[in-house]
């Protein structure tokens, strides 16, 4: 009897400390249709793209107070976040040499920021660069699992800017510049009159993970994707990857949590086999 008692203490405080809130738990990713680096950059922190770029890497980063890892091959993210006071390390992703597995590590960087593909008209990031994230598809998956965001700007023309997250290759080109509206997700805004390049298929359609949510919205589409309600701006909250798939999210169990609950498991099997001896 006592081993049982034992057992199914251990199996409760471990039940309990997986469901605590404050665990560990999977990333959030925003990507949006916007070139926000390059209209925050010669726009100032008072533009509506400074706004929505603030406002994505504060919901990337979920609260924490680490730094920011951002992707760019020249100046605008970085100047950008500069200017709003929000702390990162840059990468040039178009040196391979410098892009590696080490770089995904939620312990230090709270979330990474991939500056938008250079056909945007001006923007910073090539295709050589992004293809150079992507190839570090299973430390991102464990990044964003851990806990790190991740947020993709402008794709543009460029056919493969969003394959360092999987399922969000559904991004078309050729959206309008005005017609923006916030649906009134986690504080993301809308951005009206600059130049844009991409919208995206609804969640749950056309391949696009269902886990994600529409935080802005286009009121008359692109022609490939119509409007009203357009998807421009997808997040997705606490999501995990596993299988090169976006999956839904919520805790993830750390592994003193994990490790209390084999104790409680270990309890009743050692209790099981004593009451058949």
């Known amino acids: 009897m006592r081993g049982l008692l034992v057992g199914f203490t251990l199996l409760g405080f471990s039940l309990l400390n997986l469901w605590t809130p404050g665990l560990a738990r999977a990333g959030n990713i925003g990507l949006t249709g916007h070139d926000d680096d390059f209209h925050a950059f010669f726009g100032g922190t008072s533009s509506e793209a400074s ?85 570090h598809g299973t430390a991102i998956g464990n990044f964003l699992n851990a806990g790190g965001g991740i947020v ?62 529409v935080a802005e919205v286009n009121s008359f589409g692109n022609g490939t994707v119509p409007g009203p309600r357009a998807a421009a701006t997808l997040v997705c909250l606490h999501c995990t990857i596993s299988g090169g798939v976006i999956g839904g999210g919520g805790t993830v169990p750390e592994p003193a949590s994990l490790l209390l609950l084999g104790s409680g498991l270990v309890g009743l099997a050692a209790w099981r086999l004593k009451k058949l001896a």
């Open 152 to 213: 993709g700007l402008s794709g543009a023309f460029s056919p493969n800017y969003y394959s360092f997250v999987p399922q969000t290759a559904s991004a078309v080109g050729g959206a309008p510049t005005i017609g923006y509206s916030a649906t009134g997700l986690f504080g993301i805004t809308a951005v009206n009159g600059d130049q844009t390049h991409n919208l995206f298929w609804n969640p749950g359609t056309h391949g696009e993970s269902a886990f994600f949510q």
């Open 51 to 135: 706004a929505q770029l603030k406002a994505l890497t504060q919901f990337a980063r979920d609260g924490s107070v680490l730094p920011v890892l951002t992707f760019d091959s020249r100046a605008e993210l970085t100047s950008a976040l500069g200017a709003l006071l929000i702390p990162f390390v840059n990468i040039d992703p178009n040196n391979s040499l410098l892009v590696t597995d080490s770089l995904f590590n939620h312990s230090v960087y709270s979330a990474f920021i991939v500056a938008s593909d250079r056909s945007c008209g001006g923007c910073d990031n090539t295709p050589t660069g992004e293809a150079n994230i992507a190839a």
